[in-house]
T-cell receptor
């Protein structure tokens, strides 16, 4: 199994630009999570999908952030417009049951 | 809401020495408890987990953890550390809804 796949691995963009992060969960997993990791705040859950439906988006920072899961094998996290304070590593994880498997992350730098 | 505390931000240990990383949880019922490891530039890998049953849990890479309800702790141990164990370690907890709450992490440095 390839594990959770995230793309791109690194993204550098300028303030105000739209950023789209992508995630392919492990086949058969029915839950998908987006996390953000920063030095200041550690690992934070942004949003949680179950069977492609958003269950909890209370961790999404603000309206600039949106996430979709159009099917069981694909999810996106979009930031529009991006700001320097969005610079972080964004992780996608998938699970079936209580064990989450993490992708390698996308390191986002907003200049 | 459940939470975990990792009191040690950074630990340095000699190769071959034993390692213990502390984790304290706050939760009314018995939580699900996890230890993850993150190597530089990598995602998180599950080392071990505790749901119920035997309070001493064996994980991968020679790690083990012990759940102590009386102390609200779930400390991670390894008898003999290898240089490849240098990484950041996260304790996490979740309730039945699978939402993980992570501790701040402990960075382990291994000296030769």
């Amino acid at each position: 199994d390839a594990g959770v796949i995230q793309s791109p691995r690194h993204e550098v963009t300028e303030m105000g630009q739209e950023v789209t992060l992508r995630c392919k969960p492990i086949s058969g997993h029915n839950s998908l999570f987006w996390y953000r990791q920063t030095m200041m705040r550690g690992l934070e859950l942004l949003i949680y999908f179950n069977n492609n439906v958003p269950i909890d988006d209370s961790g999404m920072p603000e309206d600039r952030f949106s996430a979709k899961m159009p099917n069981a094998s694909f999810s996106t996290l979009k930031i529009q417009p991006s700001e320097p304070r969005d610079s972080a590593v964004y992780f996608c994880a998938s699970s079936v049951g209580s064990q989450q498997f993490f992708g390698p992350g996308t390191r986002l730098t907003v200049l | 809401a459940q939470s975990v505390t990792q009191p040690d931000i950074h630990i340095t240990v000699s190769e071959g020495a034993s390692l213990e990383l502390r984790c304290n949880y706050s939760y009314g019922a018995t939580p699900y408890l996890f230890w993850y490891v993150q190597s530089p530039g990598q995602g998180l890998q599950l080392l071990l987990k505790y749901f119920s049953g035997d309070t001493l849990v064996q994980g991968i890479k020679g790690f083990e953890a012990e759940f102590k309800r009386s102390q609200s702790s779930f400390n991670l141990r390894k008898p003999s550390v290898h240089w490849s164990d240098a990484a950041e370690y996260f304790c996490a907890t979740s309730s039945n809804d699978y939402k993980l709450s992570f501790g701040a992490g402990t960075t382990v440095t291994v000296r030769a």
